[in-house]
C-alpha cells in the first residue's frame, strides 16, 4: 500500500512495524544533528484545506529531517479562493512534481478520492470526523514508549469527550485495541456517536468513575467549530461533568498518564494546567509526532510502502 | 549451502582481530568500536570482550550505527525492520574501528561512514569484517579481515556465531 489514509486497513504487525520505526526516527532526533539524507529529491506537498498547526509544522519538519523537499499550500491563500477545485488543485501541483500528498481536509473521505486523480502517495492528515491516523501512530507511540514493551496489552485507556465529532478518536480507538488495550470511551450521550455498532470499547456517561482505573485518560478537544446544534447544555456545565480538574487529575490512578491531541481548550475539557500535573504526556505527543510522520514518509516513500492488512 | 568457516573459526578470527587491533593503534587513545545494524553489532560486542580478555581496564567503548538512512538504494529495495543508532561518545578526533560482518560492494560502509559524521569528525576509521566476499563497487578496503571468501555476486552469504555459509543462487 503507497497510501496512508485509515488505520483500519493497517495490521497490527505493520503497526507494531511503524511504531518500531518511530523509535528508530527518535533517535534520529535526539543527533546533534537531526537530519538523514533518506528522501534526497523527493517531494512532500502539505495540502491543507483546513487550519492547523501542528500537524503541518509536525509533517513539513518530519520531511526536512529527511530531507525532502517541501512543498507548502494553505486552502486560504490559493486558488481555491478564487474557485479552483480540489481536483485542479492536485493535479495542477502534480504537475509541478509531488512524490507525496498531506492531505487535510474538513470533510472525510477527500484524501482516499484524491488517490484516484494522482499517481503520488496520499497521506491522511485529519479528513472531516472519519480518520487522523498520524495522530494514533503518535499516540500508541506515545502510550507505548511511557509503559514500555511491544504493544499496549494490558492497558486501560479512557478516551473522554467530544467522540462525535473527533477523527482523533476514530483512529485512536483502532489504532489502541489493534495493540491489545481496553479502551472505554466517556462523554455526554450527545457527543457520543448515534451508531456505535461494531465499536470495540465500552461506553461510560460519568468520567468520575473510570478516573481512579484508567492507565491512560485522554481528554478530546471539544470541536465547537463542527456543532451546528446544541449538544452542551453550557460550556460550564461540561467542564463540571467531563473537564479534567485538579480534584479529578488528583484521584488519577498511579502511574496513570494525561495525554490531548490538541489544540487545548483550557477551562472547558482542560481545567487544570498541565505543566502543574506531573503525569502530562501532550507535549511529549506533539515531539513524538515529528518521528511518528518521519516513519510514515520514509514507509511510503523510501522503503516500498505498508503491506496491507488481509486479516 | 556450505559452511566454509565453522564457530571454532568464527571465534579465533574476531580474537586475532582484536590483536591486531590492539597492535595498530598501540600508541594513541583507546579506539571506539561501533558495529554497522544490524549484522555488524554482535561482532563488534565480541571483539570488545576479546579485547577486555586480552587487556582489562582499556578503556575501549563499543557502540551501533544504523547506515539505512544514509543508504544510496532507498526506494529501491524493500528496507529491513528499522535499528538505531547508539554511540557512546563525541567521535570528534576518536579512533574508530567500523565494524560488520560481510563487506561486498562496500555500499553500505560509505553510508556508514556518512552516518558516523554527524557524531563528529574521527581522526581516523579503520574497518573490521568477519568476511571478505569482494565484488567491490566502491573504493573501499578493510583494515583487518577474518576470511577472504571467492563468491559469485549472486551467492548469499550468511554469517553467524554458528559459522559463516554461502548459498549459490
Known sequence: MKHFLDIAEISRESLIELLDMTANMAEINRRPVPKVPALRGKVVATVFFEDSTRTRISFDTAAKRLSADVMGFAASASSINKGESIRDTIETLEAIGVDAFVIRHKTGGVPATVTKWSDASIINAGDGANQHPTQALLDSYTIREHFGGQDLTGLRISIVGDVRHSRVARSDIQAFTKLGAAVTIVGPSTLLPSDMTGWPVEVCNEFDSVIGESDVIYMLRLQRERMNSAFVPSLDEYAQRFGLDKSRAKRMRAGSIVMHPGPMNRGVEMCVDPAEIPNSLILRQVTNGVSARMAVLFKLLGAGGIPEDEG | ?169
Not at chain 2, 571465534?11 to 595498530?24: F, P
Not at chain 2, 539505512?68 to 554511540?87: C, E, F, N, W
Request: net charge negative; with cysteine; charged share 25%.
Open chain 2, 1 to 169: 549451502m556450505v559452511e566454509v568457516f565453522s564457530a571454532q573459526d568464527v571465534v579465533k578470527s574476531i580474537t586475532r582481530i582484536a590483536h591486531e587491533i590492539l597492535e595498530r593503534n598501540a600508541d594513541g587513545a583507546a579506539p571506539v568500536l561501533i558495529g554497522v545494524q544490524s549484522g555488524g553489532t554482535w561482532i563488534a560486542q565480541a571483539i570488545k570482550e576479546a579485547l577486555d580478555r586480552i587487556k582489562s581496564d582499556n578503556g575501549i567503548l563499543c557502540g551501533a550505527i544504523d547506515a539505512g538512512m544514509h543508504r544510496d538504494d532507498i526506494g529501491m529495495r524493500p528496507v529491513l525492520t528499522a535499528h538505531s543508532s547508539s554511540i557512546p561518545v563525541d567521535l570528534s578526533g576518536a579512533t574508530v574501528i567500523l565494524v560488520d560482518d560481510v563487506l561486498f560492494t562496500g555500499r553500505t560502509v560509505r553510508a556508514a561512514l556518512e552516518a558516523l559524521n554527524e557524531y563528529g569528525r574521527p581522526r581516523c576509521v579503520q574497518l573490521a569484517v568477519l568476511v571478505d566476499r569482494g565484488h567491490r563497487e566502491l573504493p573501499i578496503r578493510p583494515d583487518f579481515v577474518g576470511k577472504n571468501i571467492p563468491t559469485k555476486a549472486t551467492d548469499e552469504v550468511s554469517v553467524s556465531a554458528d559459522g559463516v555459509f554461502v548459498e549459490a543462487r
